[in-house]
């Protein structure tokens, strides 16, 4: 049986605007033709700090002014959950799927981000990694959340995914309530391997658990410098005309 084919677009360090941006333009690629592919895997690491809410809020206006002060971006996106930090040191990973071609609902979507994270830091040698279920949704080691969880879906279409510390700065999170839970806690690779633990270490295992759990296949396209990014915009331009 033939599987699936993502492509997979790796971004580098980028603003995180730009990430939603080409999230934005494969959202309507897809929803122009559905059915038709499965879909992209967006990979970068955010360039600058960034505070985000969901669909349930999470910032008030003087929080978000207070946190603009401390020199990050406030954006309020369309994913579900709280607030949460993205910045350097921090893998995002954005799949704007189409569910119908991979044989998954929503719900078997986040549960598959989920088991992606775990196998990454079961790879990492991290073998306590495990989900929970709601309102904790997401990867944690203990009592930290090393990865947090956050997607929208529209006709059957996913975008939006999954932030997975690295060698983040956690004392970014110390600003909010990550995802609204109060008590807990927020880790990383690098805090628990006791070691510096990039991006671009855990990206190879991390496709790997992509597509072993999403049973596809990834076609590389390379997006990883600035000149071939402005490329995929010209390319999805066109596809819109």
Known sequence: MRLPAVRLV????????ELLALQERWLRRLQAEPGTEAGALL???PAGPVYTSGLRGGLTPEETARL????????????????????????LCHPVLDLRRLGLRLRTHV???E???????EFQGLSGACARPPPYTGVWLGERKVC???????????????????????VWFDHIVPCGLVGTGVTSLSEELQRHVTVDEVIPPFLEAFKETYKCTLISEDSSNCSC????????EKHQD
């Open 10 to 17: 790796r971004l580098s360090r980028i603003p995180y605007t």
């Open 43 to 45: 990979l970068c690491e």
């Open 68 to 91: 603009q002060a401390l020199g990050a971006e406030v954006r309020t996106t369309g994913r579900g959950g709280l607030a949460t930090f993205h910045g350097p040191g921090q893998l």
């Open 111 to 113: 549960a598959a981000l």
């Open 115 to 121: 088991a992606c994270a775990v196998r990454l830091c």
């Open 148 to 170: 947090a969880i956050g997607v929208r879906c529209g006709r059957h279409i996913t975008s939006h995914g999954l932030a997975l510390n690295c060698s983040t700065d956690l």
């Open 229 to 236: 990014y402005h490329s995929w915009e010209v390319l999805l």
